[in-house]
């Protein structure tokens, strides 16, 4: 599981220990010598873990935890030196605060305590989040320099699917209409070492389509991948849809993944290679005013098993992948009843989809062809009556 954590709550409970520390320096006649220095040692502990906890804001508790409390040995240890530049820092206001008054066993128990005390204030009071994430093994490198297009790669989940070929060593395209996420995307795949390649594409133009494939067959001579992710969800009812309305719905979402797959299996067809088309739970349950949508996604399932089936004697594997609930703005903002709607007991995230995705396109998997894969934590599964 990941974490994230908020830095501006952060930031403000930062200042606050200070402030608790200034002042419990400036009032210190009111408590036992003793305690005074335990207070002190503890406010250092809680500062840290919290100034830790905003600079890993991604980490868990416990390797945030374990962190801030070396942390603070650490210092204590080198005050056991007396080195001069401790000595200078120490002599400062807030130094002496922080610094504390010399190595003691009983200032460990004072840090372990406070650190304690700090990690039950995260959980409790921040209402700490777990965000789930998955970890790639380095057999994922089994997709050096494959040739991969993904559509709609600019944010969401088109853009996790992408980032993760480019983890994964292969040569990303991204086929994206907004220049702005395209490119964005293609920097961060290459700012971490992967090889990308930003195309501006339109999917619901098939001009744009028939350009992308000829680029990329241009360049590299062979495609190895293709995953038609991009789409639009527009909710409207059926009463009002207009007939432009819903032509460019089922353009975007339906026509180009006939397009894109026919485009590209053109070129794939020289070696073979595998295709995944992303639909929707829409595709199997509905909701009111979802005509075109619902239409469209379950087109892509029926178009993705007679693909397979066309496009098997070119050893051209074709699957679907049928998301449920996937957050891609805020995972903090979900609630728990958010979460209990699923089997699996959490919202999904972008990266759920993206590794389904390297799965069915391994060559290891060359037996899964033709099939749709629902992946929504058992929401769809689950028996909901409404309140």
Not at 113 to 122: G, H, K, P, R, S
């Amino acid at each position: 599981m990941g974490y994230k954590r908020n830095r501006l709550l952060y930031l403000i409970l930062i200042a606050i220990v200070i402030i608790l520390g200034l002042g419990s320096r400036s009032y210190s006649h009111i408590f036992p010598h003793k305690l005074n220095l335990y207070l002190g040692d503890c406010l250092w502990a809680i500062l840290i873990f919290f100034i830790v906890g905003f600079i890993l804001k991604n980490k868990p508790i416990k390797a945030v935890g374990i962190i801030a409390w070396v942390f603070c040995i650490i210092i204590e240890i080198s005050q056991l030196y007396q080195r001069e530049w401790i000595n200078a820092i120490r002599n400062t206001r807030i130094g002496g605060l922080v610094l504390g008054y010399g190595f003691l066993w009983s200032d460990i128990v004072a840090y372990t305590i406070a650190i304690v005390i700090a990690v039950i204030l995260e959980m409790v009071v921040l209402n700490y989040k777990k965000i789930p994430t998955i970890v790639f093994k380095e057999d994922f490198m089994k997709f050096r320099d494959k040739i991969v297009i993904v559509t709609g790669s600019g944010k969401g989940i088109g853009k996790s699917i992408a980032q993760l070929y480019g983890e994964a060593g292969a040569k990303v395209i991204i086929a994206e209409k907004n220049e702005n996420n395209g490119k964005e995307v293609e920097g961060n795949i290459i700012k971490n070492g992967g090889e990308s390649i930003f195309i501006k594409t339109d999917v619901s133009i098939p001009n744009d389509i028939i350009n992308l494939v000829s680029e990329v067959d241009r360049m590299f001579g062979r495609i190895d991948i293709l995953i038609n992710n991009a789409g639009i969800s527009k909710w409207n009812s059926p009463y009002s849809l207009e007939i432009e309305e819903w032509e460019y719905i089922i353009n975007t979402n339906l026509r180009s993944v006939f397009l894109c797959t026919r485009e590209v299996a053109k070129v794939m067809r020289k070696s073979g290679g595998a295709i995944v088309n992303i639909s929707s739970t829409r595709a199997i349950m509905s909701e009111p005013n979802s005509e075109a949508y619902a239409a469209s996604k379950g087109g892509i399932v029926s178009l993705t098993h007679a693909f397979a089936a066309s496009l098997s004697k070119d050893k051209i594997r074709v699957n679907c992948i049928s998301p449920g609930w996937i957050e891609i703005e805020d995972y903090n903002k979900l609630t728990e009843t958010d979460h209990l709607l699923h089997l699996s007991g959490r919202v999904g995230i972008p990266e759920d989809i993206a590794s389904a995705c390297l799965f069915l396109t391994s060559d290891e998997n060359s037996f899964i062809n033709g099939t749709n894969i629902v992946i929504d934590g058992g929401m769809t599964k689950k028996m909901i009556y409404e309140q």
